[in-house]
Nanobody, 122 residues
Framework: QVQLVESGGGLVQAGGSLRLSCAAS????????MGWFRQAPGKEREFVAR???????YYADSTKGRFTISRDNSENTVYLQMNTLKPEDTAVYYC????????????????WGQGTQVTVSS
């Protein structure tokens, strides 16, 4: 069992930056693929970024070049650095963990955090 707790959300102006953190419980954190999904009002939950156990990363086209995912296995923590934020980035952001490497769709997720709100004003 893995428990995920996000922090770092908030309100920011367009063009600004935020850093999300996700603290994970469990002794097998380093073996999981970790990632972030988001859900905007009235829209489906969507993939944002993932990082594999070996540190390899993959991003959604909408976040590539602006967002950076990283992990610290010694601290059981995964981060999402979000730069050049846009109003369309406004959503609830969820930290996720998956036993498999894929982690691109909601069906690939084994564990979800409770979510943290990110609001980008224009």
């Amino acid at each position: 069992q893995v428990q995920l707790v996000e922090s770092g959300g908030g309100l920011v102006q367009a063009g600004g930056s935020l850093r999300l953190s996700c603290a994970a419980s469990g002794r097998t954190f380093s073996t999981y693929t970790m990632g972030w999904f988001r859900q905007a009002p009235g829209k489906e939950r969507e993939f944002v970024a993932r990082i594999g156990p070996n540190g390899s990363t993959y991003y959604a086209d909408s976040t590539k070049g602006r967002f950076t995912i990283s992990r610290d296995n010694s601290e059981n923590t995964v981060y999402l650095q979000m730069n050049t934020l846009k109003p369309e980035d406004t959503a609830v952001y969820y930290c996720v963990a998956g036993r498999g490497f894929r982690l691109l769709q909601t069906v690939d997720v084994d564990y979800w955090g409770q979510g943290t709100q990110v609001t980008v004003s224009s």
